[in-house]
């Protein structure tokens, strides 16, 4: 492996905007750790890493060079050899893939020869298609379903759901919904494989932020740091949807309304992903955070 034989992966995955950007940050603050987002290569490495292509390690020097750049204390994480490659530190134990397309990806995930635990994210999926509004420049229900080509078996189960997001005539709200419903709905399948699986609502996270920390840590197996808790002082420049790297865990996000669902599109929503929501222990009563 070109990640070390010592080296952990912990997988964040779900749906988009349900919180794997904050959480990819706090469990990557500490200094035994980093943090990899999809925007710097992830997916393009790890299907060659999953799979051992020869290409694998180069990809991953490329990967480390883009992720370093986020970094305040980069030289201590991520080193430059006489070549001019990028390579994880000694001081490194673990690192973290937030990869919320990897949420198909279970048996590459099982089959990894590396240990991998996986903390699957999800969020309320009203505040979901709300924040999903929010950036209709990026296309990602049409994101999704070119994802999901790459699985005959979940096109055939989800067969349904993705017809309807690939119809244009349907209704945005509604096709964000469906989006939702299948990444939300398929942790059970990473437990099936035997992967350590932690489902953690985003909402948890943001009211209880140190409590469930500490959880993600226990389950994770790996220490509890007092950086998880101030991770806005070790990144730096945007992440992923053009979040500040520096931003605090902010409560407010927990009760803002967002204007970009309405009430008929809310009770659309309820509608369609009624099952799954209950599942996940989401009650159409509760307020919503956008």
Not at 46 to 56: C, D, G, Q, R, V
Not at 84 to 105: D, F, Q, W
Not at 263 to 279: C, D, P, W, Y
Request: hydrophobic share 40%.
């Amino acid at each position: 492996s070109d990640l070390g034989s010592y080296k952990k992966l912990i997988i964040i995955v779900g749906c988009q905007r349900s919180g794997t950007t904050l959480l990819g940050q706090i469990l990557g603050a500490p200094s035994n750790a980093v943090t990899i987002d999809e925007n710097e290569g992830l997916y393009d490495w790890f299907e060659k890493f999953a799979s051992n292509h020869s290409l694998a390690e180069g990809l991953f020097a490329e990967v480390l060079g883009r992720a370093r750049k986020k970094y305040l204390d980069s030289e201590k994480r991520i080193s430059i050899d006489g070549n001019g490659s990028h390579r994880l530190t000694a001081e490194i134990h673990y690192l973290v893939l937030k990869a919320p397309n990897l949420t198909y990806s279970f048996r590459e995930v099982a089959a990894l020869e590396i240990p991998a635990t996986v903390v699957y994210m999800v969020r309320d999926p009203r505040a979901v298609v709300a924040s999903m509004a929010k950036f209709q420049h990026i296309p990602m229900v049409e994101n999704q379903l070119r994802f999901l080509a790459k699985y005959p078996d979940l096109q055939n189960e989800f067969a349904a759901e993705i017809a309807r997001m690939a119809d244009q005539t349907e209704l945005p709200h509604v096709r964000r919904a469906l989006m939702w419903q299948i990444k939300s709905s398929l942790h059970d399948r990473f437990a099936a494989q035997g992967i350590p699986t932690l489902v953690l609502k985003y909402e948890d996270l943001i009211a209880n932020t140190e409590e469930v920390c500490k959880k993600v840590a226990a389950h994770a197996q790996i220490p509890f740091d007092a950086k998880m808790l101030s991770h806005g002082d070790v990144f730096r420049g945007l992440g992923p949807g053009s979040t500040k790297r520096n931003r605090p865990i902010e409560s407010s996000s927990m009760s803002t309304w967002s204007k970009n669902l309405k009430a008929e599109a809310e009770k659309q929503v309820n509608e369609e992903v009624r099952e799954t929501m209950s599942a996940l222990g989401y009650n159409m009563g509760d307020p919503v955070s956008a």
